[in-house]
């Protein structure tokens, strides 16, 4: 069986006082079990306090978000190298918050992967439908489309990254993929990964998972673990989910 990977998504929440306390909690309360890895994504003035916060513990680190250029006039922007240079791990790109708020679109988050994956970093690379486009069918076509651009601008480097499949209907919302409609989009995009010689990329499955459902996603075959957002933010049940 698959590690599962479980990784917590802060969004744009946290403060230092808040913060310590989370990461005194996963540092001390993390046994790595055999099988199991968990890591954080934080926001980015916070990367050095989870740096210095986690070192010496098994819990992995990473950013929101990625430039896809590796320096220049790009105002606002963090680099991969920047994010590597003090030991960053993984990077998300192309949240759907990051798709919808900021326009970005398949070609950039491509790009964005192929960057981090310069640095040495692994990018989690998000994919899933809107609710309309789930309605209309489309569900297989949008994350296969979205994954094929990846899969275009990395070639023979996509077995490197992380795939995170997070229908838009689910994230935030409390409305959860039942574990048979997450499976049946994890096979699919397997099936790609698997046609690309990539079948070993550990496919997350997000979108309001807590405790309390994760044991069900966690049990399907191709769901390899979780990108949690609102249940990364409460330490104990974040472990609970990794544990599940
Ligand atoms: C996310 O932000 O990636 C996410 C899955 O959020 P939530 O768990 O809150 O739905």
């Given at each position: 069986m698959r590690t599962k990977l479980t990784v917590g998504n802060w969004?744009?929440?946290?403060?230092?006082?808040?913060?310590?306390?989370?990461?005194?909690?996963?540092?001390?309360?993390?046994?790595?079990p055999a099988g199991?890895?968990?890591?954080?994504?934080?926001?980015?003035?916070?990367?050095?306090?989870?740096?210095?916060?986690?070192?010496?513990?098994?819990?992995?680190?990473?950013a929101q978000d990625v430039s896809a250029h590796a320096s220049g006039a790009y105002t606002g922007e963090v680099s991969a190298g920047m994010l590597a240079e003090f030991g960053c791990r993984y990077a998300i790109v192309g949240h759907s918050e990051r798709r919808q708020l900021h326009g970005e679109r398949d070609g950039t988050v491509a790009a964005k992967a192929k960057a981090a994956l310069s640095a040495g970093l692994t990018p989690i690379v998000c994919v899933g439908e809107t609710l309309a486009e789930r309605d209309a069918g489309a569900t297989e076509?949008?994350?296969?489309?979205?994954?094929?651009?990846?899969?275009?601008?990395?070639?023979?480097?996509?077995?490197?990254?992380?795939?995170?499949?997070?229908?838009?209907?689910?994230?935030?919302?409390?409305?959860?993929?039942?574990?048979?409609?997450?499976?049946?989009?994890?096979?699919?995009?397997?099936?790609?990964?698997?046609?690309?010689?990539?079948?070993?990329?550990?496919?997350?499955?997000?979108?309001?998972?807590?405790?309390?459902?994760?044991?069900?996603?966690?049990?399907?075959?191709?769901?390899?673990?979780?990108?949690?957002?609102?249940?990364s933010l409460d330490a104990k049940e974040f472990l609970a989910i990794a544990l599940a």
């Open positions: 969004k744009m929440n946290g403060g230092l006082a808040d913060n310590a306390a989370r990461l005194g909690g996963l540092a001390g309360g993390w046994k790595a199991r890895e968990i890591a954080v994504c934080a926001p980015f003035p916070y990367l050095a306090q989870v740096q210095s916060a986690l070192a010496g513990s098994a819990v992995a680190w990473g076509s949008v994350v296969i489309r979205q994954l094929a651009a990846v899969a275009d601008a990395l070639g023979g480097d996509l077995g490197r990254i992380v795939l995170a499949y997070e229908p838009v209907w689910a994230i935030g919302t409390g409305r959860t993929a039942s574990p048979a409609e997450a499976q049946a989009v994890h096979a699919t995009l397997r099936a790609r990964l698997a046609g690309a010689g990539a079948r070993d990329v550990a496919v997350l499955y997000g979108g309001s998972v807590k405790a309390a459902n994760a044991a069900a996603l966690y049990a399907m075959p191709d769901v390899d673990g979780g990108l949690i957002g609102g249940a």
